[in-house]
């Protein structure tokens, strides 16, 4: 079975700080993970996703995720915050023809 | 990226009314698609998934015969909230697949926002 545990609901970074959002993931098979991102009454957009190719993965708007099969993790990352990158940050694996989501991660940027 | 586009995005009804949200893929063919319902401050409860022409698979504790899905072409969805009650109100987002889901990813429409008076 797939799951993943997404540690912090909430996290405040200071704009230009590093932003740093955790993911662990269970998996019984090679996973595949996904990190979405959600603004207010909008649906969920992709920000980048891992398929068993490059373990440093890039995603949209400077954000970046690396694979650790050590740690089952798949945290994201980015060098420098942004205003713009409050949100709801949800981390995801699939399997089964199902996604499961992480509980989610508010994201504070504190001018 | 694939698009998928939901509609209405915001509906207020009375008690006792239904209302149908539609979810549409437009730039590709969803054999599979996905309705959730999101509380507050919560991450996304998985509804039901809805195959094109078969019946919608429901998750354990939601209601079939409350949530009526149909599927009936490649590029539309439809959840029916039938006889609302307030506390039917809720964020309900769809998404959609362009193929087996394990390899490829879940492109979400925008979300409607269902206020049962």
């Known amino acids: 079975a797939q799951s993943v545990t997404q540690l912090g609901s909430h996290v405040s970074v200071s704009e230009g700080a590093l932003v740093l959002l955790r993911c662990n993931y269970s998996s019984s098979v090679p996973p595949y993970l996904f990190w979405y991102v959600q603004y207010p009454n909008q649906g969920l957009q992709l920000l980048l996703k891992?398929?068993?190719?490059?373990?440093l993965v890039k995603g949209i708007n400077g954000f970046e995720a690396e694979f650790k099969k050590s740690e089952t993790s798949f945290h994201l990352t980015k060098p420098s915050a942004h205003m713009s990158d409050a949100a709801e940050y949800f981390c995801?694996?699939?399997?089964?023809?199902?996604?499961?989501f992480g509980t989610g991660t508010s994201l504070t940027v504190i001018p | 990226g694939a698009v998928v586009s939901q509609h209405p995005s915001r509906v207020i009804c009375k008690s006792g009314t239904s209302v149908k949200i539609e979810c549409r893929s437009l730039?590709?063919?969803?054999?599979?698609m996905f309705w959730y319902r999101q509380f507050p401050k919560q991450s996304l409860m998985l509804m039901a998934t809805s195959n094109e022409g078969s019946k919608a698979t429901y998750e354990q504790g939601v209601e079939k015969d409350k949530f009526l899905i149909n599927h009936a072409s490649l590029t539309l969805s439809t959840l029916t909230v039938t006889s609302a009650h307030p506390e039917d109100s809720s964020f309900y987002i769809c998404s959609a697949s362009e193929g087996a889901l394990d390899a490829g990813e879940l492109f979400f429409g925008e979300g409607s926002r269902l206020t049962v008076l």
């Open positions: 730039d590709f063919q969803a054999t599979t």
């Open positions: 891992y398929t068993s190719a490059a373990t």
């Open positions: 995801a694996v699939s399997g089964g023809n199902q996604f499961y």
